[in-house]
């Protein structure tokens, strides 16, 4: 089955950058709890993210934290 298309892939830095997460450790750490999306590898050295999910994410966390 084919994926709906993801937007734009997103590598690392980008994702941190855009997250706000303060390292790659913290990162991979919540992909391990199932808390943020699994990367995908298009390479064994080059993980991607896609931007649609990593947005998807920073929309629920702002949800929970303005939660009264």
Known sequence: MV????GRL?????VLSMTGIGSKTDLYRRI???AFPASRRLSHRVAIWSESEVS???GQAWQK???P
């Open 65 to 67: 934290a303005n939660k």
């Open 56 to 58: 998807e994410w920073i």
């Open 32 to 34: 391990r709890n199932g």
């Open 3 to 6: 994926e709906p298309h993801p």
């Open 10 to 14: 997103l590598r690392l830095p980008e």
